[in-house]
DNA sequence: GCAATTGTTGGACGCGGTACATAAATACTA
DNA sequence: TAGTATTTATGTACCGCGTCCAACAATTGC
């Protein structure tokens, strides 16, 4: 009830115009109800979008250990993406205009990103067993760079309108350079 | 003088733990004069790499126009690294624990990585000059990525203590592996 | 039935950021 | 030099987010 109200307000409104008293009034709570299940603001921006990042440990898990590090990582991110099928679009990102969302989106994205990067680098560490600083440069810029192509991929898939199909082969089709150009650095 | 007033502050109090009145008491100035240069307050942890980043235009335009895209991006960016010498260390990114900036710094980051990967971009498109669909998600995916690897290895240099020594070799090493797997993506 | 735990609410507070009006300092002009 | 215009600094008030704490309701478990 809460991020509806959330979605609500904040398409009639904007982002900024919409008080946190005011969400929780339309849901019909107190406004420290709210900051019970949304410790900040913008977390009511990424419902949608956490619980598909929250596949990712898993997706990373399941992948046979024969692959290529970058390669599993590449399968991984597809499992992922398959999980935003073309009804499950996340309202914050695709009326980021509308609600003007996006210096607010901008402010909480990062930590996302780098939760998911921390978990990338872990695995690569667990799969590239290498522990020298080298390594460790290599491990990480890998990771922040898939992700990242990751995140641009999506960013298109949403501006796409409706004519978007699945975000799976956007983000395939963007990190696959990536994958491809650090499979060497990781070998 | 409000720089130094606020790292001052930041390594005594922390940055959550200092208010925006202290440093401008101690900067002799007002509260509101502190607005007038810096308008939040993760500004002031800026200023170092702000000025670091000034360097990319100028960088990208500089490049000859007979190199690849990819590597005329490789070597803007190892231009920009150069100007960050074993002398000049954001103290808000190496004292990051000691001051307590990193969900502060993660808040106020994305927006300057997106300024640069909307330069990238737009420095892609105007070298690579198809306009489908498919090219614009190369650009995008190469220009985030390749800004990820390079503050991957901004992370990496900063926290190598005392022993690191210029940030370019960092940089380059970095990203090396993105300019090598999209410049097929981008020829 | 009662106790303990959990969830909900109200009230108060601090701080960041904005808006606006005013005063000081500087620059320009005669 | 005097006076005007234009920044720049300051004071005041305000709003909203986020935190803390204490009181209260509801649920669970015995």
Redesign the interface.
């Known amino acids: 009830m809460l991020e509806e109200a959330a979605a609500e307000l904040f398409l009639e409104q904007g982002y900024a115009g919409t008080t946190i008293e005011q969400i929780a009034r339309r849901a019909g709570v107190s406004r420290n109800t709210l900051f019970n299940y949304f410790t900040v603001k913008s977390d009511l921006l990424w419902v949608d979008v956490d619980a598909g990042l929250a596949a990712l440990p898993r997706a990373l898990a399941a992948c046979p250990g024969d692959l290529p590090a970058t390669d599993a990582v590449r399968q991984a991110l597809h499992e992922v993406a398959a999980g935003f099928g073309p009804g499950r679009v996340p309202w914050a990102l695709t009326q980021a205009e509308m609600m003007g969302t996006r ?1 607010a989106l ?6 996302r ?2 939760d998911q ?1 921390e978990l990338l680098a872990q695995f690569l560490a667990a799969r590239v067993g290498a522990q020298d ?2 390594e ?3 491990r ?10 990751a ?3 999506f ?2 898939w949403a501006a ?1 309108g409706v004519s978007r199909g699945t975000l799976a082969p ?1 983000v395939d ?3 696959a ?6 499979r ?2 990781l070998g």
Chains 1, 2 share one sequence.
């Open positions: 210096s901008e402010a909480s994205a990062l930590s990103f780098m990067a600083a080298g460790d440069l290599a990480r810029s890998f990771a922040m760079a898939v992700l990242a192509a995140a641009a991929a960013g298109v796409s956007y089709a963007g990190i350079p990536a994958c491809d150009g650090y060497a650095a």
